[in-house]
């Protein structure tokens, strides 16, 4: 376990702005692999669209597969960065401090990758834009009663806030670039850092509007994935998907896997940063504990949607139930799910002893998002398998290699982007992490001295 | 046109008692709509498009393979077709009104708005929309048969049973020229072929069309049968197909799915 | 940063922040005080409150007339208990979560907001008669799977599990009580006139010395407790919710409505909480204890809960609404928009909209009279709550339990309230406040323990031009 040792301003400029300064080799190995996957996936997808679904796994049954359960995987990853940044934020949480700029932009990057997943998925995608309510010569407006228009408002006011809300907080950092910076990239950072000086006015604008963001942003953290759910929730015809718990299920759960997907992004920027000052076990044992009590309540609701499907005892909802938890393969798929999306985690969570190890919490927030994975595929795809009592259109999905090619370069995509904006901007916050040196203290009870905080209000 | 007359209702009976489940009806339909020519691997992949298909059930299948004595197996069919829901649920999710709930009852699909979200499909208790996985294709020899009235639809979006629209659209012609509403019998004179193809196919009179709103005609007459069920009632579609249930004289309780 | 601390220096002035400043010993002999002798006006409330539970048993003996065939007359007195339930017997979950949380402005209130677990032995007394008017599970939805004629399984469903989860509530709620306040009553027993009562802190503080074992033992039990009054609260809205409401309106299948009801219980429990601080600040004599902060804190707090509050009934609102189901539509005609609107669009105004926009305005937010006024309006807004849902679920008749839908022709009527209905109201409030005031007679209600914990570990220290406060965290 690392000690916490004081840090000069200097020494934080120093460590925190070398992954921006100084490019290793292994910088340009990753971007190479990863755009060689990001290419595949984004061939595969051009490939669908000038081919159409036939080249899919896609059937009558099941209208909606592979591509929906990544949308709404990435939409789930994307609510970390508010949860984090802005919750905790609020809250003064103290040990949210390195994690904060990384879970924002994981966020924006979950964002884009989990947005292009409907555009793939629509059969005339170059008709896609018809959902937005621009002015139609034939004066034809979206439905807004369709959950699919609600969905692109949430995303792209989600979206456009989340941007506003790194930008305004990484101002202070960009400043320090820019004075450090020579030949163009002084006047990229110049323009960027809006003459930001660090003068009282300047602090006190950042600081008001960082925490009007943080009040604004949280409706519609939770507007965004709850529409998502409504996605599913509003189909009367299929019977497992028409729970009315789904807004809070699926905030909930889009909770824990995201805050898991920071875990994972956390323990890279440690080892591959070498920022084992500023990413600290204490910063895994605050983010271990809070997903610990998140899991235990997705949980909950994760019972309380089986609990209440089996309920009324309708044949639809019993058989749909028999063959998403006792009918191969998808019984396995179950049990894996349960094991890496709430047994393993919640259990080892628990312990302190492997909160405080770095390269367990790794491998056990990569489970959790294996388990949420497969919670979205187990809710979609048996779902739509066991639509209704009519047994003579139940049918089967098994994805096809343009989906899969597809859905595995998101992961490329999402790495691919943090990557390179490690490379333009620090993705610990400077800022954050000097304001954290400023407010430590140490208090004198009889004979030891209690590490302390100060609150400014 | 905005007229105050009493507008039509299109709905249709189907009495299960006499559904011998030949498929006249799906292969009707076929050729009058355009429908590309389904495959065998098109069955396999589960993409056939059939805007009326008979669901075969066989009843008491499960005993007799436990005791070997498949006499006492009965096969059931039951031609399944859009419903025409007045509370449909497909209307409201669609995010750029490809479909909507005309005024003469009929649920109707805008080939040239929809983007293929497929959204409309899955909220379709009954499975009666259909997406087009390929660009539809046909032989040389059937260019000539393809119906001149019917759009060919394009790959990428829904399509779905129209109850004949084209051929509904003849007699409503005529409705306004002469400014009177027609019954069934003169809407059938007027139009030349009122009824759907399917209806028209088929050999035992099983699907029986008209208008709903009509007191007097077959198919009102017919909805208040004491054997009518609509299908999945318990969702509230309020379809504008009625199910007559058959008649089974072995069966101590009733039947039906 | 420097700047951002010149701006809070900006705005509060020289304001030096709230800080309890008295001396260990102070504390103890105050708050013993307080707990050993009592003024007259605390008498004379416990009295009032005495007889309102009086008139409570008089209004439920007068009910136990009806009889336990139908469930319609026995809606107010199922109502009460969802009250209490989302009441007195949440309050403790902000204890729990004050210390899960490691909140350092909680300190204060915890105690006050444990000892309304002892309101448990009220509930406990009301699932009784209930559970004679719960119809068997058999041939109506439920909860348990309960198939009488295929398996039998689970024995005793649903009777058998409501009992179990009454009686976990109120083992756990005077557990978590006396495992939180054995420091405190060591500190009684030391100081305490002998008598009976120091003969009773001595059995129940254990033996207790403060040694570093102790404390070590006392905070882990304390934790495994509060995890266990929370899991269990949890527990106990499920079942009395879903039977006691849901599975009584044919076709209501909402997997919503236990969290709902649950979160529904965090925010009155907050506001309990306030009510409870308020009243302890002004007429109890802990105003040295009680800071605006208490208040401001508990009111961020009650700002997302409210908030919730409409978050959660429109996320099953609008998945019913869309549904357009027989059954749906029934159920959201009983429910909302039909017998019981007025007092469901009054319930949604004291609840959401009264609470969002004055809790708000930060100034609203920090003060002691605006978050108190709001924790008023939510707890009338909850009792009218419970009063729509109970009784629209209570009024379905046995006749119609196995239907699939409410039809305009079964949808029973509106409940109004009896002369009996009115004392069981008046009753179920007085006594829930009667044992309250009488744990705090020996239980204090101000923890001592840890009041004596924040004065070691909270100082204000000087930070360039600014008097700020400093809070340890140990470990």
């Given at each position: 376990m690392q000690e916490r040792v004081p840090l000069t301003e200097r020494e934080v400029n120093r460590d925190l702005l070398r992954p921006v300064f100084t490019t290793p080799l292994w910088w340009w190995a990753a971007v190479g692999v990863l755009s060689v996957a990001v290419a595949a996936g984004l061939g595969s997808a051009l490939y669908l669209a000038i081919?159409?679904?036939?080249?899919?796994?896609?059937n009558r049954p099941v209208m909606w597969a592979f591509l929906l359960v990544n949308f709404v995987f990435w939409v789930g990853i994307s609510h970390a960065g508010i949860m984090l940044s802005a919750i905790l934020r609020l809250t003064q949480a103290e040990w949210r401090r390195p994690a904060t700029r990384a879970a924002e932009v994981l966020t924006i990057f979950s964002l884009l990758t989990a947005a292009q997943m409907p555009l793939w998925h629509v059969g005339r995608v170059w008709r896609i834009?018809?959902?937005?309510?621009?002015?139609?010569g034939r004066g034809i407006w979206p439905n807004v009663r369709s959950p699919l228009i609600w969905d692109p408002s949430a995303i792209f006011t989600y979206l456009t806030s989340t941007i506003l809300f790194v930008y305004i907080a990484m101002l202070p950092d960009i400043a320090v670039i820019r004075d450090r910076a020579t030949g163009w990239r002084q006047g990229f950072y110049g323009v960027l850092a809006m003459g930001w000086r660090g003068t009282p006015r300047q602090w006190h604008l950042q600081a008001v509007s960082g925490i009007l963001l943080s009040a604004i942003i949280l409706p519609i953290f939770v507007s965004v994935h709850s529409i998502v759910s409504w996605d599913f929730g509003v189909a009367v015809a299929v019977e497992g998907w028409h729970a009315t718990v789904f807004a809070p299920y699926f905030v909930i759960g889009a909770v824990w896997s995201g805050v898991a997907g920071v875990i994972t992004l956390m323990a890279l920027m440690r080892w591959l940063f070498k920022a084992e000052k500023y990413i600290r076990a204490e910063h895994f044992d605050g983010l271990g504990k809070l997903l610990s009590v998140v899991g235990i309540g997705w949980w909950f609701f994760t019972l309380m949607e089986i609990i209440f499907s089996l309920y009324s005892k309708e044949a639809a909802e019993v058989s749909f139930r028999t063959l998403q938890m006792f009918t191969w393969p998808y019984n396995m798929l179950f049990i894996l799910f349960f094991l890496t999306g709430f047994v393993f985690p919640v259990t080892l969570f628990l312990s302190r002893t492997v909160r405080h190890n770095i390269a367990a919490m790794f491998w056990i927030s990569i489970f959790v998002n294996i388990g949420m994975w497969l919670e979205r595929y187990m809710i979609i795809v048996p779902g739509l398998m066991r639509k209704q009592g009519l047994t003579f259109t139940w049918g089967s999905y098994s994805p096809g290699a343009t989906e899969t090619i597809l859905v595995g370069s998101t992961f490329a995509m999402v790495a691919l982007g943090l990557l390179i904006f490690s490379k333009f901007f620090p993705l610990i916050p400077l800022s954050d992490a000097k304001e954290g040196e400023v407010l430590r203290h140490e208090i004198q009870v009889g004979k030891v001295k209690v590490p302390a905080i100060i609150r400014e209000a | 046109m905005v007229t105050t007359r009493v507008r039509h209702k299109w709905g249709m009976v189907v009495d299960l008692d006499r559904?011998?489940?030949?498929q006249a009806c799906v292969v009707a339909c076929q050729a009058e709509n355009n429908i590309p020519i389904n495959l065998e691997q098109h069955f396999l992949q589960r993409r056939a498009i059939e805007w009326i298909r008979i669901e075969r059930y066989w009843e008491g299948l499960e005993e007799a393979e436990k005791t070997g004595d498949l006499s006492k197996v009965k096969a059931r069919f039951i031609p399944i077709l859009c419903q025409h829901c007045e509370n449909a649920p497909c209307e409201p999710v669609c995010p750029v009104y490809a479909t909507y709930h005309n005024n003469e009852g009929l649920n109707v699909q805008i080939y040239n708005r929809c983007i293929g979200t497929r959204y409309c499909v899955n909220n379709?208790?009954?499975?009666?929309r259909f997406f087009n996985f390929w660009q539809p294709t046909w032989p040389e020899s059937l260019h000539n048969q393809l119906n001149p009235h019917v759009t060919v639809r394009t790959r990428g979006i829904m399509e779905k049973c129209t109850f004949c629209v084209q051929r509904l659209r003849k007699g409503g012609r005529k409705e306004v020229q002469e400014g009177k509403r027609l019954d069934d019998k003169e809407f059938d004179a007027q139009s030349g072929m009122f009824a759907p193809a399917c209806a028209r196919a088929c050999p035992t009179d099983t699907l029986v069309f008209g208008d709903m709103n009509d007191p007097n005609s077959r198919v009102s007459t017919m909805a208040k049968d004491n054997r009518n069920y609509k299908l999945l009632a318990s969702i509230g579609t309020e379809p504008n197909v009625i199910y007559l249930k058959k008649v089974d004289l072995d069966a101590s309780d009733a039947a039906t799915h | 940063m420097r700047q951002t601390q010149q701006h809070t220096n900006g705005h509060n002035g020289h304001h030096r922040p709230d800080i309890l400043t008295k001396t260990p010993q102070q504390v103890t002999e105050e708050v013993l005080g307080g707990t050993f002798r009592a003024g007259s006006r605390f008498w004379l409330v416990a009295g009032v409150m005495f007889a309102l539970l009086v008139l409570g048993v008089i209004g439920f003996v007068i009910r136990t007339g009806d009889g336990t065939a139908e469930r319609g007359p026995w809606g107010y007195f199922g109502a009460m208990l969802g009250y209490l339930l989302t009441t007195a017997m949440a309050a403790p979950i902000v204890a729990v979560l004050v210390r899960l949380t490691k909140a350092h402005w909680g300190k204060p209130i915890v105690r006050a907001a444990q000892l309304w677990g002892v309101v448990g032995i009220l509930c406990m007394l009301m699932i009784i008669p209930l559970l004679f008017i719960?119809?068997?599970?058999?041939g109506r939805n439920t909860i348990w799977f309960y198939d009488a004629i295929r398996t039998g399984w689970p024995p005793g469903a649903p009777h058998a599990w409501v009992l179990v989860s009454f009686i976990g509530l109120l083992v756990l709620s005077i557990l978590l009580v006396w495992v939180d306040s054995i420091p405190d009553l060591a500190t009684a027993r030391d100081h305490a006139p002998a008598g009976a009562r120091k003969g009773w802190y001595d059995r129940l503080s254990?033996?207790?010395?403060?040694?570093t074992k102790q404390w070590r033992m006392h905070r882990t039990a304390l934790l495994l407790v509060s995890v266990l009054y929370l899991m269990n609260f949890v527990y106990v809205n499920f079942v009395y919710s879903s039977d006691f409401a849901q599975s009584f309106v044919p076709g209501w299948k909402d997997s919503i409505f236990p969290a709902t009801h649950t979160v529904n219980g965090f925010q009155s429990a907050l506001a309990l909480t306030i009510v409870t601080a308020f009243v302890l600040r002004t007429w109890g004599g802990y105003k040295d204890y009680l800071f605006t902060e208490q208040f401001w804190a508990l009111g961020k707090l009650l700002l997302p809960l409210s908030v919730f509050w409409f978050y959660f009934w429109f996320s099953g609102f609008i998945t019913q609404w869309y549904g357009r189901s027989p059954a749906e539509h029934g159920v959201l005609t009983l429910l909302y928009f039909g017998p019981y609107r007025n007092i469901f669009v009054t319930s949604v105004i004291l609840n959401f909209v009264l609470p969002l926009f004055l809790l708000i305005q930060n100034w609203i937010r920090r003060s002691i009279l605006g978050p108190t006024v709001v924790a008023v309006s939510i707890l009338v807004g909850t009792f009218l709550d419970r009063i729509r849902l109970y009784n629209a679920a209570f009024s379905v008749p046995n006749a119609d339990l196995s239907h699939h839908a409410l039809t305009p022709e079964t949808m029973p009527p509106v409940n109004f309230p009896g002369g009996a209905d009115v004392l069981i109201m008046l009753g179920a409030v007085g006594g829930a406040v009667f044992l309250f005031m009488m744990a705090t007679r020996f239980v204090p209600v101000m923890n001592i323990w840890e009041a004596k914990e924040a004065l070691l570990l909270q100082r204000i220290v000087p930070v360039l031009k600014a008097q700020l406060k400093a809070i340890g965290k140990p470990e």
């Open positions: 081919n159409g679904f036939g080249v899919t796994g896609y834009y018809w959902v937005f309510p621009y002015d139609f | 559904c011998t489940g030949c379709c208790p009954y499975q009666v | 719960l119809p068997s599970a058999s254990l033996g207790w010395e403060g040694t």
